[in-house]
């Protein structure tokens, strides 16, 4: 299997080094192409036998799967580049969030899906979310998540959860380190306790408790229910927090799903002048 990458910026790197370090993919079976040359030619120059191409259209030439890993107002032109070059047989991967399916199957003669990594994937760890065109057969299907097998649990979802199922799985580990870490500077501040000890602790904690609710088949709720004894310490934390965190969740998910629709429109822009459905 030949493999090419569009984009070599954070998600793009760290897909190709997770591949490589997991064993799914030597560095020979890889393109990589970027905006700016330079950064694809660093990368290579790290994996004997990575190929860096000067053009998009040169990176996925001849790869079974391309996955294109740009922003999204960058599309409309690293789709162009592939038009005249993409064969009908090779599966084309968006994996940023706002561009839809429809978009990649109105310009491009070949087999469409999107994936929606996280940095979990990194440690070979978490979901990799997928969504498939019309296009796309079970073997290829199987091929892509066989792939991706090797860094993530694949999981399919259906296109309209794109947003909600981004916020839990590629955007959570950022929220949840955010309120790790707002639970790291409270503790030193109010104990004196060294940081990298708070944090080595907190880690730790943290590592437990998605094992708790993974592989020991817990809820958060009987996590929770297990750890706080009624009119005990925990018990009264877990009601402040309850109290002042009411809320707070629901206007985080309005705020990305706000900004999601944002980018649809702008990419449905790009693509064919107008807006796709309110989408």
């Known amino acids: 299997m030949n493999v090419g990458f569009i984009g070599t910026g954070t998600m793009g790197s760290l897909l190709i080094e997770a591949l490589i370090a997991s064993g799914a993919l030597s560095p020979k079976q890889i393109a990589v192409s970027n905006r700016t040359f330079a950064k694809a030619q660093a990368l290579a120059n790290r994996y004997s036998g990575m190929r860096a191409e000067y053009t998009n259209a040169a990176a996925a030439y001849g790869s079974d799967i391309v996955f294109l890993c740009v922003k999204p107002l960058e599309f409309k032109k690293v789709v162009d580049d592939l038009k005249a070059t993409i064969r009908p047989n090779q ?12 978009h990649l199957e109105g310009e491009l003669d070949c087999k469409v899906a999107k994936v929606i990594p996280s940095i979990t994937n990194y440690v070979w ?21 066989d792939l991706l097998s090797h860094i993530s649990q694949p ?55 998605g094992l708790l609710l993974t592989e020991g088949g817990l809820t958060p709720a009987e996590v929770q229910e297990r750890v706080a004894v009624p009119g005990g310490i925990t018990a009264q934390a877990l009601n402040l927090l309850r109290r002042e965190t009411e809320g707070v969740f629901n206007q985080l998910i309005r705020t990305t799903h706000a900004k999601f629709d944002e980018d649809v429109v702008k990419v449905s822009t790009a693509f064919i002048g107008e807006e796709v459905n309110g989408q």
Do not use: K, W
């Open 155 to 209: 999981l399919r979802i259906d296109e309209n959860y794109t947003r909600i199922v981004s916020d839990i799985s590629s955007c959570g580990p950022a929220f949840m380190s955010f309120l790790l870490e707002q639970f790291v500077d409270a503790a030193v501040e109010e104990t004196g306790i060294s940081r990298d000890e708070a944090l080595r602790v907190a880690s730790a904690m943290l590592l437990g408790t």
């Open 91 to 102: 599966i084309v991967v968006s994996i940023t969030s706002p561009v839809l399916i429809s």
């Open 125 to 145: 760890s978490g979901a990799s979310l997928c969504i498939y065109g019309e296009t796309i057969d079970d073997n290829d299907m199987a091929q892509l998540e």
